[in-house]
């Protein structure tokens, strides 16, 4: 499976994501909240990342996106 970038970025080698949950915040649902499960090579979970993509509700719509680990 390949990841984008930013998220290959916080994976180790042979570590795999799962367990997608998806959530939405802010006052204008404007935040979009996904986090996995990462899994070691041996099937362990060994920690979860969040993707946070926020987009500005006013034109021109720029959206910033956070990768972190825990």
Same mark, same amino acid.
């Given at each position: %499976?390949?990841?984008?970038?930013?998220?290959?970025?916080? *994976? !180790?080698? *042979?570590?795999? *994501?799962? !367990?997608?949950?998806?959530?939405?915040?802010?006052?204008?649902? !404007?935040?979009?909240?996904?986090?996995?499960?990462?899994?070691?090579?041996? $099937?362990?979970?060994? $920690?979860? *990342?969040?993707?946070?993509?926020? %987009?500005?509700? !006013? @034109? @021109?719509?720029?959206?910033?996106?956070?990768?972190?680990?825990?």
């Amino acid at each position: %499976m390949t990841y984008d970038a930013d998220i290959a970025d916080k *994976l !180790n080698a *042979l570590e795999t *994501l799962t !367990n997608r949950r998806v959530r939405e915040e802010g006052s204008r649902r !404007n935040v979009d909240i996904e986090e996995f499960d990462i899994l070691g090579a041996d $099937g362990r979970a060994v $920690g979860v *990342l969040t993707v946070r993509e926020s %987009m500005d509700p !006013n @034109p @021109p719509f720029h959206v910033h996106r956070t990768v972190t680990r825990q």
